[in-house]
C-alpha cells in the first residue's frame, strides 16, 4: 500500500474515489518530525494530559502524477474544501489539486476542476488496491508533516 503526501511548497492532483477510514489522532513530535499516534479513546493517556485529538481521514485517490491508486491522509481542512467543492456534483467527474503551504502553519489550499470519469482499466486497478487493503485499513498511517 502506497501512501501519497503533498511536500511543503508542493502540490498534487488527484481523483478521488472514497473515504476509506476516519480515526482519531494525536500529533507527538519525535525527532523534529510530527507524527500520527493513534487516539484510544475512554483512558487516552493523551487525551488525559489535556492534548486535543483531531481527525484524520484516510481518502482512497488516483495520483494523477503516475496514474496510480494510494492512500493520502487528511485533516477536517481539506475534507471540508473537497466536500465544499462537491455537493450538488458528481466526484467521479473531478479531480482535485491540493496544494500545501511551505511550512507546517500556513495549511493547504484546494482547487477542483472537472474531469473524466474514472476508466475501466483504472476501476480495476483500484478494485485490486482495495483488495490489497483488507485487514489492514484501520492502522494509522505513517504519515509525518515537519
Ligand atoms: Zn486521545
Redesign the pocket.
Known amino acids: 500500500m502506497e501512501w501519497l503526501t503533498v511536500m511543503s511548497g508542493a502540490s498534487r492532483t488527484i481523483k478521488v474515489f472514497g473515504i476509506l477510514a476516519s480515526n482519531?489522532?494525536?500529533w507527538v513530535n519525535e525527532d523534529g518530525y510530527m507524527r500520527q499516534v493513534?487516539?484510544?479513546?475512554n483512558g487516552?493517556?493523551?487525551?488525559?494530559e489535556g492534548?486535543r485529538?483531531q481527525v484524520r481521514h484516510t481518502l482512497g485517490v488516483i495520483d494523477r502524477k503516475d496514474g496510480r491508486p494510494k492512500l493520502m491522509s487528511v485533516g477536517a481542512q481539506v475534507i471540508k474544501a473537497i466536500h465544499d467543492q462537491v455537493v450538488g456534483r458528481d466526484l467521479d467527474r473531478m479531480e482535485f489539486t491540493i496544494l500545501r503551504g511551505r511550512d507546517r502553519f500556513s495549511g493547504y489550499e484546494v482547487t477542483c476542476r472537472k474531469s473524466k470519469p474514472l476508466l475501466k482499466s483504472e476501476m480495476g486497478q483500484i478494485i485490486e488496491f482495495l483488495s490489497g487493503l483488507v485487514g489492514q485499513i484501520f492502522k494509522i498511517p505513517p504519515v509525518r508533516e515537519g
Open positions: 482519531d489522532i494525536h493513534g487516539c484510544v479513546g487516552c493517556p493523551r487525551c488525559a492534548d485529538k
